[in-house]
């Protein structure tokens, strides 16, 4: 054959090609990709677990805002109830105290008048007594009629200072 | 610090003076048998210098092929039961080589072939590592006893038309294989409309490979080239002979596989469609 073509050594050729392409596919190139595949799939994985994750997370973040949201609103509402609440019982018990307040002024004002009463009573007792005391006085020391002056006179005394 | 310079120095050019002598002294030992066009014509063709295996004779990069062969074998073993089941989640420097080497052929299967890619990434991973592995051996300069008596230094393996016909035609196969598997017989006449592709591919290779060896073979022929020249040599003529090559073969593979296995568009079924519903 030209330039030393030897059909027979070329088949010895393929065969040699033939184990080592077989051989090396067997012990380097099948479990070196099977690795890379497992590693590229642990990867996606991973990737798929944290976007899920994220996912969840964001979800969890905008539920949880639109729950404080509706606390923030419900205490507002809350707080705006108490508000009216409470000055509907200021009001209440202000009323409550003036009316109190208003009967006790009464009442004082009733005791005062008893009060004063029972003093002029008291008073006119007295004055009662020491008219009678001095009139006594008068007619032992002198006459009738210089007695029945000293009475008048006297009486006349203290009916001024009492309107007084 | 001076002494230990001028220490280093001296035997460096003790060493230096020693090899030269050795060298010069050795000359007469050796006798060439061959003419430097017969030591080309013999790396062109291997008609001469052939190697015994097993009774039969044959072309030394057959020799090369079955090394790089055994060599790669049991590297690959020796990964696969040591350092795959130590396979981390975050690589090491030596699992990251392993991966990026894998993941390099594959990618190039994806992009040639998004279609199916599958069978095509192990196969270039393998006719890529065959390339490299196979060109890279010329760099060691092992040794072989002809059956002639004279010792022949083993060539890349696809320096050997033998097995650049025979790399070129297998790819072929894939190739067609693709085809048949993608488009069945309309991917068989695509792949045969490309009737040139294994002869193109497997010249291809031996050109490009065969071109490295002789420039190698001429360069260490005479012995005042023989010096500092080598190393110029060895990395443009060996390494960057292999990874160009690697790259040159996967994805002439890759793309044309691609192109063969591409499922058909169905346009005028979609443009009939299309008019019903206008």
Known sequence: ?164 | MKKQKTVVCAVFGAIILALIAGIVLTDSLYTRTESVSETMQDAVLHEKNKISVFGTEVNPGLVSAFIVTAAVLVFAAIVRIFAVPRFRIVPGKFQMLLETLVGYFDGQAKNGSPHRNSFLGAYVFAAGVYIFVGTALELFGLQAQATSGVSVALPAPLSDINGAIALGCLSYLVILSGGIVGNGIRGVGKTLKDFSLPVSMSFRLFGALLSGALVTELVYYYKALSFVLPVVVGVLFTLLHALIQTYVLVMLTSLFYGEVSEPRKKQKKKLKTEKTEV
């Open chain 1, 1 to 164: 054959m030209p330039l030393n073509i030897d059909w027979q050594q070329i088949l010895l050729h393929l065969l040699n090609f033939t184990i080592l392409a077989f051989g090396l596919y067997l012990l380097l190139y099948n479990p070196i990709k099977k690795f890379m595949k497992k590693r590229e799939d642990e990867y996606r994985e991973r990737d798929e677990k944290t976007r899920n994750a994220l996912a969840e997370a964001e979800e969890k973040a905008g539920e949880y805002a639109r729950r404080i949201a509706e606390s923030e609103k419900e205490i507002a509402e809350k707080m705006a109830d108490a508000d009216r609440e409470l000055s509907l019982a200021r009001e209440t018990k202000l009323k409550e105290t003036a009316a109190e307040a208003d009967a006790l002024l009464a009442r004082a004002r009733s005791d005062a008048q008893a009060e004063k009463e029972k003093m002029l009573e008291e008073a006119n007792a007295q004055i009662e007594s020491v008219v009678s005391e001095m009139a006594e006085k008068v007619i032992l020391k002198g006459g009738e009629s210089a007695a029945y002056d000293a009475f008048l006179s006297a009486a006349k005394k203290n009916g001024e200072k009492h309107e007084s």
